[in-house]
Nanobody, 115 residues
Framework: QVQLVESGGGLVQAGGSLRLSCVASGGDFRFNAVGWYRQAPGKQRDLVARLSRVGNTNYADSVKGRFTISRDNAKSTVTLQMNSLKPEDTAVYYC?????????WGQGTQVTVSS
């Protein structure tokens, strides 16, 4: 019954910004680690940003200083603020939560950065 729904993707020019949101339902995820991952065509799915159970963050080197992960427990929402976007950021972005022993994923939202 756990569901993760991403939104906020789209087409943006290099240097622009997007804010991705992931709304979670079906459980209490306040104390679970959450993350954003991305997968470009022909590439593996890689970690973009992770927020730990206690609120610590971890970012891929390629996005440090540009992306920020945050959560709003009242809204059961995880956000990825993406600034200074580059064409290489183009990918499908997925949110993730590990809950009750299961790794859950959303359907993904497409981010395309044009030059």
């Amino acid at each position: 019954q756990v569901q993760l729904v991403e939104s906020g993707g789209g087409l943006v020019q290099a240097g622009g910004s997007l804010r991705l949101s992931c709304v979670a339902s079906g459980g209490d995820f306040r104390f679970n680690a959450v993350g954003w991952y991305r997968q470009a065509p022909g590439k593996q799915r890689d970690l973009v940003a992770r927020l730990s159970r206690v609120g610590n963050t971890n970012y891929a080197d390629s996005v440090k200083g540009r992306f920020t992960i945050s959560r709003d427990n009242a809204k059961s929402t995880v956000t990825l603020q993406m600034n200074s976007l580059k064409p290489e950021d183009t990918a499908v972005y997925y949110c993730n939560v590990f809950y009750a022993g299961i790794d859950y994923w959303g359907q993904g939202t497409q981010v395309t950065v044009s030059s």
